[in-house]
């Protein structure tokens, strides 16, 4: 591998995990169910007690916020 691939991913990585640390701890007993990255926001959804919650991490704004999700 040349040293910018190699750059390029150690700089992904140290944003999600900058990302990743920014979200809410996850409970005892909640699991995660998927992870992703759209438009700039670095998606985490969680389940607990039966119910969803999505997380989300902005990076323009450096901001998270969890919010519960409804299934139909």
Known sequence: MTAAPAVLL???AELA???KDSLP?????????R???AD???YRETQFN????RS???FKQR???RVAVVKK
Not at 25 to 33: C, M, N, P, T
Not at 50 to 53: L, Q, T
Request: aromatic content about 12%.
């Open 56 to 58: 989300q991490y902005d």
């Open 10 to 12: 150690a700089v992904a």
């Open 50 to 53: 039966g119910e969803v919650f």
């Open 25 to 33: 701890k996850l409970q005892d007993g909640e699991r995660i169910q």
């Open 40 to 42: 700039g926001i670095y």
């Open 17 to 19: 995990k900058s990302a």
């Open 63 to 65: 901001k998270s916020r």
């Open 35 to 37: 992870e992703w990255l």
